[in-house]
């Protein structure tokens, strides 16, 4: 099973990531993370710190010859903003100069939970592991998982449906036939847009709110649609909680900085219905199989894949770093006073949504692993294949 860590302060010397678990055989092309790191890093919304990153992973181990060799891969991304904080972030002698310490917490940031809770008498610390740089690890240790998953027929992608008051009515009629290419279909057609959405007038909408909102210190949030194609049915299970892949999978993308919201298919509009409009109706059909008209289920049900396309839909409250300021109060003094501002963006769904695609990466790789095991990604191919032919035979009439 693949299991990973990420370490390092947003303005640390590095980022790193150590992965463990991934199959031996998976090849992976050196521009491969880099391209998701970059990818990662665009957005009509991002702040300043993006003009001074260009976010590159080194590769420490578990790759020969460009495939995997069943190691653990260990990866570091430097922050090229820390020849900035040698002072502030000083790792062992603490310097001469006086460094101000951060006294008023942001509503909305980990940092009054994170002062006290770890008995700092500065916030700063909080503020270093809590920012959502610490994705970028996320997104380069992710990739390995997609690469992976792609060599066997499983795709991972991602747009924006909307960003503040800028949403969209109803899905691009693209989407269904860009899904049908492959997830990373959806991926590429929203990379072509600043705010990677597909719809033309919610993205002029989303850029024109990201705008407004800048000009008056504000920031914005959004929804982020999420895609997995090529899964076949029955990974995952219900018999157990810590089984149940529509948890891990709402697990993971909850992990995300500032997602506070999970959706799987259409959940929240299905509340609102009977049963009988709730449900995806099975159809047979003598080239397909089973098929169905609708995926209001978003490929989950009882907790397994079901064949369809996984879909999942995460929101992403505004960022809590504000020019704008809150109410806030100094931890020190506890007098109350207005929050202080930290270096921000203004708006980073974008950007999520990358982050999305790489952490569901590694729970969908898992539940593939728990399925078929295997070492090295031919044999494993090999189970899926048949497993997948298995599947087929059954439905055949
Ligand atoms: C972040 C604050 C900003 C963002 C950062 C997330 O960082 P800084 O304070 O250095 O300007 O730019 O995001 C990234 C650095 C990144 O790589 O995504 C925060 O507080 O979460």
């Known amino acids: 099973m693949i299991r990973y860590f990420t370490a390092g302060e947003s303005h640390g010397p590095a980022l790193s990531a150590i992965v463990e678990g991934m199959p031996a055989g998976v090849p992976i092309n050196s521009d491969?993370?880099?391209?998701?790191?970059?990818?990662?890093?665009?957005?009509?919304?991002?702040?300043?710190?993006?003009?001074?990153?260009?976010?590159?992973?080194?590769?420490?181990?578990?790759?020969?010859?460009?495939?995997?060799?069943?190691?653990?891969?260990?990866?570091?991304?430097?922050?090229?903003?820390?020849?900035?904080?040698?002072?502030t972030m000083a790792q062992f002698e603490k310097p001469d100069a006086e460094i101000a310490k951060i006294s008023i917490p942001r509503p909305g940031h980990a940092d009054l939970a994170g002062r006290i809770k770890f008995g700092f008498d500065d916030i700063r610390p909080v503020i270093e592991r809590s920012s959502a740089r610490e994705t970028a690890a996320r997104v380069a240790a992710g990739t390995l998982s997609k690469v992976f998953l792609k060599a066997l027929g499983i795709e991972i992608g991602s747009y924006i449906s909307a960003i503040g008051p800028a949403a969209e009515a109803a899905p691009d009629l693209r989407l269904a036939e860009l899904l049908s290419q492959g997830a990373e279909a959806v991926s590429k057609q929203a990379d072509l847009s600043p705010v990677?959405?597909?719809?033309?007038t919610t993205e002029a909408a989303a850029l024109a709110a990201i705008d407004a909102a800048k000009e008056n210190g504000d920031t914005l949030g959004?929804?982020?649609?999420?895609?997995?194609?090529g899964v076949p049915l029955g990974f995952g299970s219900y018999v157990q909680h810590d089984r149940r892949l529509d948890a891990a999978l709402a697990a993971a993308i909850i992990s995300i900085q500032a997602i506070k919201g999970v959706e799987i298919g259409s959940a929240f509009e299905n509340a609102r219905k009977p049963g009988?409009?709730?449900?995806?109706?099975?159809?047979?059909?003598?080239?397909n199989g089973v098929t169905r008209k609708t995926n209001r289920a978003g490929g989950l049900e009882g907790s397994m894949s079901s064949g369809q396309i996984i879909h999942l839909r995460a929101a992403m409250k505004p960022i809590s770093s504000l020019v704008s300021p809150l109410l806030s109060f100094d931890v020190e003094t506890l007098q109350p006073t207005l929050s202080r501002f930290e270096r921000s963006d203004t708006c980073a769904v974008p950007a999520a949504g990358v982050v999305a695609e790489a952490v569901v990466a590694p729970v969908i790789a898992n539940a593939l692993l728990e399925k078929l095991g295997g070492d090295h990604l031919d044999e494993i191919l090999q189970r899926?294949?048949?497993?997948?032919?298995n599947i087929r035979n059954t439905f055949r009439t």
């Open 222 to 229: 959004g929804i982020i649609e999420i895609f997995v194609t």
């Open 196 to 200: 990677r959405m597909l719809e033309k």
């Open 384 to 389: 899926l294949n048949l497993y997948r032919e």
């Open 276 to 287: 009988s409009q709730g449900h995806d109706e099975f159809l047979l059909d003598k080239e």
């Open 32 to 87: 491969e993370i880099n391209t998701q790191l970059a990818r990662r890093q665009q957005g009509h919304g991002r702040g300043g710190r993006m003009k001074i990153e260009t976010d590159k992973a080194e590769v420490l181990s578990g790759i020969r010859f460009g495939k995997t060799i069943g190691s653990p891969i260990g990866l570091v991304i430097n922050n090229r903003d820390w020849e900035n904080w040698t002072t």
